[in-house]
């Protein structure tokens, strides 16, 4: 399967505890997104890299979210001190090229914060 | 105000049936726009991207109207495999990694 991979698929955490989900693009796509999607709602943008570097980020996006693609390839969102707010769909897309370009989703990781 | 708004539905039409999405945004500056479907518990994926002039694929015809600020997708003679959620996105610049998403418009095509 050469698709967008995301894990884990899901996971639940206790309030407060810090969680980290890992993506993996298509191999050759140079665009990474975070998005954050809950029942009724559409994606919501998080961040993007391209390559390695971090080029946009949320406002919405407390400081207790984090994301890193270090060697431009896969990537990790970290979420610190979880809240019950937290609990969403976490989807990741890649995307090739330099202009806007189909979006390739992944499964998503779903967070439960209890 | 949301930066893209659609209308939720649901629509529900029956097989054979046209039906059409709306979708506004509220940035003039916005470049780019695409529609992308997104079945129940799965990903979205991209449907079709936008142009300007419009655009058709098969049974779908997309249109922009930038004056007005809104994009529009036409599905005609609908299939039941069409029942899904249709999310309208806008990117501001063509080279801008920000989608905006709407919160999708659900169809549900019944026999």
């Known amino acids: 399967d050469t698709g967008v991979s995301q894990d884990p698929r899901h996971k639940i955490t206790k309030r407060g505890q810090n969680v980290t989900f890992r993506c993996d693009p298509i191999s050759e796509h140079n665009r990474l997104y975070w998005y954050r999607q809950t029942l009724g709602q559409g994606p919501e943008f998080l961040t993007y890299?391209?390559?390695?570097?971090?080029?946009?980020k949320s406002r919405l996006l407390s400081d207790r979210f984090s994301a890193e693609r270090p060697k431009g390839s896969f990537s990790t969102l970290e979420i610190q001190r979880t809240e019950q707010g937290d609990s969403a769909m976490y989807l990741c897309?890649?995307?090739?090229?330099?202009?806007?370009?189909?979006?390739?989703f992944g499964p998503g990781t779903r967070l439960t914060v209890l | 105000r949301k930066e893209v708004e659609q209308d939720p539905g649901p629509f529900n039409v029956p097989e054979g049936a046209t039906v059409a999405f709306n979708c506004t945004y509220s940035?003039?500056?916005?470049?780019?726009f695409f529609w992308y479907r997104q079945d129940c518990r799965k990903e979205p994926k991209l449907l079709m991207s936008v142009y300007s002039s419009g655009n058709e694929d098969g049974r779908f015809t997309a249109q922009l109207n930038r004056a007005s600020q809104y994009i529009s997708l036409l599905i005609r003679d609908s299939k039941l495999s069409d029942s899904a959620t249709y999310l309208c996105v806008v990117n501001i610049g063509t080279n801008a990694g920000k989608s905006t998403f709407g919160d999708g418009t659900t169809l549900t095509v019944k026999p």
């Open positions: 940035n003039s500056a916005s470049q780019s």
């Open positions: 897309a890649s995307s090739l090229g330099l202009a806007i370009n189909e979006q390739f």
């Open positions: 890299f391209q390559n390695e570097a971090q080029l946009e």
